[in-house]
T-cell receptor, first 112, second 114 residues
Framework: KQEVTQIPAALSVPEGENLVLNCSFT??????LQWFRQDPGKGLTSLLL?????REQTSGRLNASLDKSSGRSTLYIAASQPGDSATYLC???????????FGAGTRLAVHP | NAGVMQNPRHLVRRRGQEARLRCSPM?????VYWYRQLPEEGLKFMVY????????ESGMPKERFSAEFPKEGPSILRIQQVVRGDSAAYFC????????????FGPGTRLTVL
């Protein structure tokens, strides 16, 4: 059974810091892993998707890595801005299935 | 290409009434997933449908909840005789089978049961 854990649960940082959000999963036979952003009361915005054959993906100031053997993924946010304040979710489908299993999220606050 | 659409965005029901939530997947997507986010909790998978078929309903409560994805029209998540514990945000996601299998989410329907 796939379980996804995210650390830390909450993070408050000053603007400009580089951040690392962690995600771990128990079933390493994943097809892919997705990182999402959720603003309060809003839907989910897909940030990055990493295929199981890939080790990392980059989009602007975001970089996500994947280590299937250790069951870990990391989301790196460079030069954080107040607009980055949101909850960040990682999700991994258990082996052979598409349904996403979500972590509880990391609530990020970037203050000016 | 419009994204995943859900309506209504907000729905208020009294206990015992029925709630119908609609999801129109992205154009060309034939796979739909429903997820529920209870207050202060994470998103949980409910059901996975393809056109006219329920593929996986392992996350759906056994009673009062049903889902369909007809050949024509949106996917419907139906909750009969709603109770206060059904108050949550309900999200649907769609995908088209490809080498990426990326799920795209709608804005959600926020159900409040009075």
């Amino acid at each position: 059974k796939q379980e996804v854990t995210q650390i830390p649960a909450a993070l408050s940082v000053p603007e400009g810091e580089n951040l690392v959000l962690n995600c771990s999963f128990t079933d390493s036979a994943i097809y892919n892993l997705q990182w999402f952003r959720q603003d309060p009361g809003k839907g989910l915005t897909s940030l990055l998707l990493i295929q199981s054959s890939q080790r990392e993906q980059t989009s602007g100031r975001l970089n996500a890595s994947l280590d299937k053997s250790s069951g870990r993924s990391t989301l790196y946010i460079a030069a954080s801005q107040p607009g980055d304040s949101a909850t960040y979710l990682c999700a991994a489908p258990p082996g052979g299935y598409n349904k996403l299993i979500f972590g509880a999220g990391t609530r990020l606050a970037v203050h000016p | 290409n419009a994204g995943v659409m859900q309506n209504p965005r907000h729905l208020v029901r009294r206990r015992g009434q029925e709630a119908r939530l609609r999801c129109s997947p992205m154009k060309g997507h034939s796979h739909v997933y429903w997820y529920r986010q209870l207050p202060e909790e994470g998103l949980k998978f409910m059901v996975y449908l393809q056109k006219e078929n329920i593929i996986d309903e392992s996350g759906m409560p056994k009673e009062r909840f049903s889902a369909e994805f007809p050949k024509e029209g949106p996917s419907i998540l139906r909750i009969q005789q709603v109770v206060r514990g059904d108050s949550a945000a309900y999200f649907c996601a769609s995908l088209t089978v490809s080498s990426y299998n990326e799920q795209f989410f709608g804005p959600g329907t926020r159900l409040t049961v009075l």
